[in-house]
């Protein structure tokens, strides 16, 4: 009579060895799917900077995706004086300027746009004004993932893009 143990049979070594290589190769596996969603979410991630340039007899802000992938801007704040407001118009004294929709759009990597622009004598208003002018954006990638960004240019992951309507900014 053979008095082996069951574990030192050769077909449970085998089995054994099998199984070994099973686990290791779903490891492996698992691995190397999350490396690329982690990829793939790298290759579309975006990156709003916002911006402003001024000389002369110029000014404007600018907000500009540094980013590989699309932005969708979800939100903007713009406050005056720590007061939420509605449309560039509000800022009082401000002479006559070119504007572009900010809020609720999809900036594509390495491009910019200018929600305000003023070409003229009167640019100091402007410059003045700025000092009390405060932009929040909230923007997320193709994968949901979402920042929340202001003139500092440090973003910050947040969960989701969630605004009070009475705050938000709509040009």
């Known amino acids: 009579m053979n008095n082996n143990k069951w574990y030192k049979k050769p077909e449970m070594i085998v089995a054994f060895s099998a199984l070994l290589i099973s686990v290791v ?4 596996g698992i691995y190397s ?4 969603r982690s990829y793939a979410r790298a290759s579309v991630w975006p990156r709003l900077e916002i911006f402003r340039s001024f000389g002369g007899e110029k000014f404007e802000y600018g907000v500009t995706n540094s980013g590989n992938g699309p932005a969708l801007i ?12 509605k449309y560039w118009g509000d800022i009082p004294s401000l002479p006559n300027f070119t504007q572009s929709h900010l ?9 910019s ?11 100091k208003v402007f410059l003045k004004a700025d000092e009390f002018i405060d932009i929040e954006l909230c923007y997320c990638s193709i994968y949901e993932e ?11 992951l947040v969960n ?7 705050k938000a900014f709509l040009q």
Not at 103 to 109: A, G, Q
Not at 118 to 123: A, H, I, L, W
Not at 160 to 166: A, F, H, K, R
């Open 33 to 36: 799917a999350y490396i690329d």
């Open 160 to 166: 989701s893009c969630l605004v009070d309507e009475s």
């Open 103 to 111: 809020s609720t759009r999809i900036l594509s990597p390495q491009n």
């Open 74 to 85: 979800k939100y903007a704040v713009v406050q005056y004086k720590s007061n939420a407001i």
């Open 25 to 28: 190769t779903a490891i492996v």
């Open 113 to 123: 746009i200018k929600p305000i622009v003023y070409r003229g004598e009167k640019s």
């Open 146 to 156: 979402c920042w929340l960004t202001n003139r500092v240019n440090e973003p910050k």
